[in-house]
């Protein structure tokens, strides 16, 4: 007598009803092929013969189960699935940009104070629209720079699951040692393409910061100080940069983002895989939305959070440069910033940062679900 598998989201029901939980991706595109029930979900029967074991999922329990091969398009398609909602990442970025200004200002700037006091400073000198300032670049790289990420993340772990695993008797699909390494990859990955966009991010928020000669103790580049931005826009900038810098200006701070995002990323794609597990009822097929929302709503919190303290180094070094030249690399910096200013200025932003990577990973991860949702066309069915 054949046995059915039924491909429900990210959980494989066998006949007698007991739930099995896979790789999302995994599931879906190894049930590509699968014979689809008229108006009901996937369903392939299984075969007396033995699969290979690329068709085989990694379960926790140790009862056969059997999938359908995807074909390449079918997984070139699930793998690079988040760019099709490049709206998520413009969404995330018009919503923390305002917020990312305060805190570039509370880490690199002076006389600011607090976060209201930042705030209320840089509305009154420069209005409403120095919030805004830099957005420019990011917005127009989110999509790709976001899509790569997510990718690597996603296909780094698929492959570390189907090298540890290629057997249905394996362990679990969440391994914390694939989490951990597929983050760090990302973190890697994400340095190489988000430094210059960060650079020139950091460079056209702070030209308009006040900068006070007595606490520097260097000679400014230009001879009237803070009279005209030094950049007319995100063109100018790198133009700027690369002729007085060179291509390698472009990765300034490049050393202290990467310290800041590969355990920042560990800490962002971790957490929300185990806190979307721990918020979804075993009785759902998947995360819903308002699950999605909070679980990567706390990611954010805690990966930013925890970030802060690089992230001043690397906002200080980005900075530096405007108009002046003062550190001479990541130590220097760090010792610099603690002799004149001790323990705390490495916090600075912190609460900005927490409040701030909420929303914006709320949004991302939300829309890289609903993107993956509406690409897998899942069906929705009852328990058997």
Same mark, same amino acid.
């Given at each position: 007598?054949?046995?059915?598998?039924?491909?429900?989201?990210?959980?494989?029901? *066998?006949?007698?009803?007991?739930?099995?939980?896979?790789?999302?991706?995994?599931?879906?595109?190894?049930?590509?092929?699968?014979?689809?029930? %008229?108006?009901?979900?996937?369903?392939?029967?299984?075969?007396?013969?033995?699969?290979?074991?690329?068709?085989?999922?990694? +379960?926790?329990?140790?009862?056969?189960?059997?999938?359908?091969?995807?074909?390449?398009?079918?997984?070139?398609?699930?793998?690079?699935?988040?760019?099709?909602?490049?709206?998520?990442?413009?969404? %995330?970025?018009?919503? #923390?940009?305002?917020?990312? /200004?305060?805190?570039?200002?509370?880490?690199?700037?002076?006389?600011?104070?607090? *976060?209201?006091?930042?705030?209320? /400073? &840089?509305?009154?000198?420069? %209005?409403?629209?120095?919030?805004?300032?830099?957005?420019?670049?990011?917005?127009?790289?989110?999509?790709?720079?976001?899509?790569?990420?997510?990718?690597?993340?996603?296909?780094?772990?698929?492959?570390?699951?189907?090298?540890? =695993?290629?057997?249905?008797?394996?362990?679990? !699909?969440?391994?914390?040692?694939?989490?951990?390494?597929?983050?760090?990859?990302? #973190?890697?990955?994400?340095?190489?393409?988000?430094? !210059?966009?960060?650079?020139?991010?950091?460079?056209?928020?702070?030209? /308009?910061? !006040?900068?006070?000669?007595?606490?520097?103790?260097?000679?400014?580049?230009?001879?009237?100080?803070?009279?005209?931005?030094?950049?007319? +826009?995100?063109?100018? =900038?790198?133009? /700027?940069?690369?002729? *007085?810098?060179?291509?390698?200006?472009?990765?300034?701070?490049?050393?202290?983002?990467?310290?800041?995002?590969?355990? #920042?990323?560990?800490?962002?794609?971790?957490?929300?895989?185990?806190?979307?597990?721990?918020?979804?009822?075993?009785?759902?097929?998947? !995360?819903?939305?308002?699950? &999605?929302?909070?679980?990567?709503?706390?990611?954010?919190?805690? %990966?930013?959070?925890?970030?802060?303290?690089?992230? &001043?180094?690397?906002?200080?070094?980005?900075?530096?440069?405007?108009?002046?030249?003062?550190?001479? +690399?990541?130590?220097?910096?760090?010792?610099?910033?603690?002799?004149?200013?001790?323990?705390?200025?490495?916090?600075?932003?912190? *609460?900005?940062?927490?409040?701030?990577? @909420?929303?914006?990973?709320?949004?991302? @991860?939300?829309?890289?679900?609903?993107?993956?949702?509406?690409?897998? #066309?899942?069906?929705?069915?009852?328990?058997?």
């Amino acid at each position: 007598m054949k046995k059915l598998t039924v491909i429900l989201g990210g959980r494989l029901r *066998t006949e007698g009803g007991r739930e099995k939980k896979g790789n999302v991706l995994q599931a879906w595109a190894q049930a590509c092929h699968s014979k689809v029930c %008229s108006g009901g979900p996937w369903v392939r029967p299984e075969d007396e013969d033995e699969p290979s074991s690329e068709g085989l999922s990694c +379960g926790r329990s140790t009862n056969h189960i059997s999938l359908a091969q995807p074909n390449q398009k079918e997984e070139r398609l699930l793998r690079w699935a988040p760019s099709c909602q490049p709206l998520r990442g413009a969404a %995330s970025v018009i919503v #923390g940009h305002p917020l990312d /200004t305060v805190k570039a200002r509370l880490q690199a700037g002076t006389g600011y104070g607090n *976060t209201l006091s930042c705030i209320r /400073t &840089v509305y009154r000198r420069e %209005s409403v629209f120095a919030f805004f300032k830099g957005m420019s670049f990011p917005l127009a790289s989110i999509a790709v720079y976001n899509s790569v990420v997510f990718g690597v993340f996603s296909n780094t772990q698929r492959f570390l699951s189907r090298h540890r =695993c290629p057997e249905a008797e394996a362990g679990p !699909p969440h391994m914390l040692s694939d989490l951990l390494l597929a983050s760090m990859v990302a #973190g890697v990955v994400s340095v190489g393409l988000g430094a !210059p966009v960060d650079l020139i991010k950091i460079r056209l928020q702070m030209q /308009t910061q !006040p900068l006070q000669e007595a606490n520097l103790g260097l000679k400014p580049r230009a001879a009237a100080l803070g009279e005209q931005p030094a950049y007319q +826009g995100p063109v100018h =900038c790198i133009a /700027t940069i690369v002729r *007085t810098e060179g291509l390698a200006g472009l990765y300034r701070g490049a050393s202290a983002m990467l310290l800041r995002d590969v355990p #920042g990323y560990c800490l962002y794609f971790i957490p929300y895989v185990f806190l979307s597990d721990w918020i979804t009822p075993e009785a759902h097929a998947g !995360p819903s939305p308002c699950a &999605v929302w909070l679980a990567g709503g706390m990611a954010g919190a805690i %990966s930013w959070g925890t970030a802060t303290p690089m992230d &001043v180094v690397k906002s200080r070094m980005q900075a530096d440069g405007v108009y002046v030249n003062k550190y001479k +690399g990541v130590l220097d910096c760090i010792s610099q910033s603690y002799q004149k200013e001790g323990l705390k200025v490495f916090f600075r932003g912190i *609460t900005v940062n927490a409040v701030r990577g @909420f929303p914006m990973s709320a949004a991302m @991860f939300l829309g890289y679900e609903l993107s993956l949702q509406a690409i897998r #066309g899942d069906h929705v069915v009852t328990s058997p």
